[in-house]
């Protein structure tokens, strides 16, 4: 206790004229308006400084949460944008059905690919455990890869859109223009969009997507643009180059799509047929 004495008789004079300063300084900022605006200012933003530092501490510390929160977020949106005829799917989620979004979509990893053979074949980490079956269409969030034809417990085929022996059907993005997708074999960022009709408006950057007949991939995924197109067979068809958006040659990530209604549609069609028969 004395040694405080002691310190206020000592800085008496110090602490005198402080105490005389601050009181100064709060009749001067409550008379002026200019003065307590500026000093609400400055207060402001030391105080924004300090919240926006802890701030930025406390998100270091919740990236991990908070990029799976948003991984989430972006795979329900993107969802809901496929049914109202979006490109694009989830990610690193597994959808239930629902009444307005017909496709249930399996993410996983692509294990070995394929790309520098004349018939190749890309292989994928989950299987018929994760519900995955023979003729579903595999996909990246840049664009179709292909179909698979094999699959076991754990691990999936695909028939990859680098196969000579793969055709799908696929359309001109804004048009009823439609035709088949092939590969020569050759160039693995160049497929070729042929039986296009003479009449069709064919222009170079339009996009390729997939066809809304195909029970195997969701309308309006899109494939690619067009590089350039030539008339065929005596000039009756076009022969499109179909330069893809994919990188066929560096898959990571690929989602396999499970159509709800696809034996229901082919059951359409096969009675259709029969009752043409």
Known sequence: MQQIINFLIKY???????????????????SHSYHRNSFVHSTGNITGSFLNSRSNIY????????????????ASLRMKNLASGDTLLGQETTFVF??????????????KNDYSKRNNFITLDIGSNQGVKVDMGVITTDGIVGIIDISNKRFS???????????????????????????DGNDPYVMSLIDVPRLAQVKQGDTIVTGRQSTTF?????????????????????????????????????YVIKNRDKQALQVIDT??????E
């Open 218 to 254: 969701p309308p309006d995924i899109l494939i690619g643009t067009i590089k350039n197109a030539q008339l065929v067979e005596n000039g009756s068809r076009y022969q499109i180059d179909v330069e893809l958006f994919n990188d066929m040659t560096n898959l990571g990530t690929a």
């Open 157 to 183: 085929r695909v028939i990859s859109i680098l196969n000579s022996d793969m055709s799908l059907n696929a359309q001109i993005k804004g048009s009823n223009v439609i035709g088949s997708l092939t590969w």
């Open 12 to 30: 008496r004079n110090l602490l005198l004229y402080l105490s005389l300063l601050l009181v100064a300084l709060v009749f001067t900022i409550q």
């Open 271 to 276: 009675l259709t047929v029969q009752n043409h």
């Open 59 to 74: 998100e270091y510390f919740d990236l991990k949460e908070e990029n799976e929160r948003l991984r989430l977020e972006n």
């Open 98 to 111: 629902t009444d307005s979004v017909p496709f249930k979509v399996f993410p996983s990893r692509v294990i």
